[in-house]
């Protein structure tokens, strides 16, 4: 385990603290879908993607079926796909060595592991994904467990931690530069413009496209 | 939801998303960046948190309102720009969006 591992894992903790919240809201929710509370956690250890877990289960429970539930997966995480191809060139090995790597990408990973200039640090990826994952499966345990005691997650806001969690790293991202509240902005629009019309997550992957302002602005170091 | 029905929607969801977050590493190798590219990464972040806090707290599938996440989120905003922690962030955004329910 070393330095930068470590850095990863101590920058990750505030994520890793909303995640297990957010994490405890799942099991909850997958309770309430019928899901046994074990799957609910295998659920959470081998796919570790809170938008898409919470986007299946949203629509098992609301009555609709798995073929919908898995697209709908598919959809919200395919904003992982630019986010892949970012960081592809930044990852060591051969193909099915980065490919196994970029599993470890997870939002608040991709951005702590970004070093601003384009390239990312492998290693605090994984730290930060290492201290992700432990209150992501252990959060989901707690839900299936002790969800009955909390009740109606929303009757406590956990349903607002998602938004503020994404909104805490885009802040973040605001303060590097200039260019990137105006794509901030764009993107915004963006998604505001495309919800209404598309599925969930197409808003979100379009999104990404204002990044390509990034080919017309002039670089500059961050204010 | 039966064990076979779970199983399999665990099955699709982790394979899709193996697949989701893999493509982009497979295809794209250690090789030195061209500077339009590092131009576009570096603007990817705020394009797609921006895009995520907009459809996660004014969505609700396809319909666009506000409710007391949103209020719960903007003052949570307000926290973050001030220099909170993430922390502090996240429990701002959960204890508005709480008491707003609670009186409305």
């Known amino acids: 385990m070393n330095a930068r591992f470590r850095a990863g894992m101590r920058a990750a903790v505030p994520f890793a603290i909303a995640g297990g919240l957010l994490a405890t809201s799942f099991g909850v929710l997958a309770r309430d879908a019928g899901m046994p509370g074990w799957a609910a956690v295998l659920m959470s ?25 898995i697209g709908a997966a598919a959809l919200m995480n395919s904003r992982f796909l630019p986010m892949g191809v970012a960081i592809g060139p930044s990852l060591p090995g051969g193909p099915a060595r980065r490919a196994a790597q970029g599993q470890a990408v997870v939002d608040a990973s991709w951005a702590l592991a970004s070093d601003g200039e384009g390239r990312f640090d492998r290693d605090v990826l994984l730290g930060s994904s290492a201290m992700q994952y432990v209150t992501w499966v252990g959060g989901t345990a707690v839900g299936v467990i002790g969800g009955s005691a909390l009740g109606d997650p929303e009757t406590i806001g956990l349903d607002a931690i998602y938004p503020a969690f994404f909104l805490a790293l885009l802040i973040a991202e605001l303060r590097e530069s200039r260019a990137g509240q105006a794509v901030a902005a764009v993107g915004a629009l963006i998604a505001f413009a495309l919800v209404p019309v598309a599925p969930p997550g197409i808003p979100v992957l379009a999104a990404s496209l204002a990044s390509l302002i990034g080919l017309y602005v002039r670089r500059r170091p961050a204010a | 939801m039966s064990t076979g029905e779970a199983l399999a929607l665990i099955g699709a969801c982790a394979l899709i998303t193996a697949a989701i977050k893999g493509i982009g590493p497979l295809a794209l190798g250690g090789r030195e960046l061209p500077t339009w590219f590092s131009s576009v990464v570096t603007l990817m972040a705020p394009a797609l948190f921006a895009a995520l806090v907009v459809t996660q707290a004014l969505a609700d599938g396809k319909h666009l309102g506000v409710g007391a996440d949103t209020a719960g989120v903007a003052l949570a905003g307000v926290a973050a720009w001030r220099g909170a922690s993430v922390i502090t962030v996240v429990a701002v955004a959960a204890v508005v969006t709480a008491a707003v329910r609670a009186v409305s």
């Open chain 1, 45 to 69: 250890a081998i796919v570790f993607a809170g938008s898409a877990q919470i986007a299946a289960l949203t629509i098992v429970n609301a009555g609709g079926g798995l073929g919908s539930a």
